[in-house]
């Protein structure tokens, strides 16, 4: 199974938005490319991101 690179965009407390490149396959769950963003945002320094999907920007890049 190919991985694809793609790029989430998480909306932060501070106003910023913090952007994750995650490799998933072509057929992953938005849900799943998400989560996998939130946690290594909620893993790091920087301040809170908001845990809703909705706000978040999630688009393949190759």
Not at 11 to 38: C, I, M, N, S, T
């Amino acid at each position: 199974m190919e991985s694809w690179s793609w790029l989430v965009t998480l909306p932060a407390v501070d106003g910023k938005r913090y952007v994750y490149r995650v490799y998933a396959p072509e057929d992953a769950l938005l849900a799943d490319l998400f989560w996998e963003a939130w946690h290594c945002h909620d893993e790091s320094a920087f301040p809170r991101a908001w845990d809703l999907i909705d706000a978040a920007e999630i688009r393949r890049v190759g």
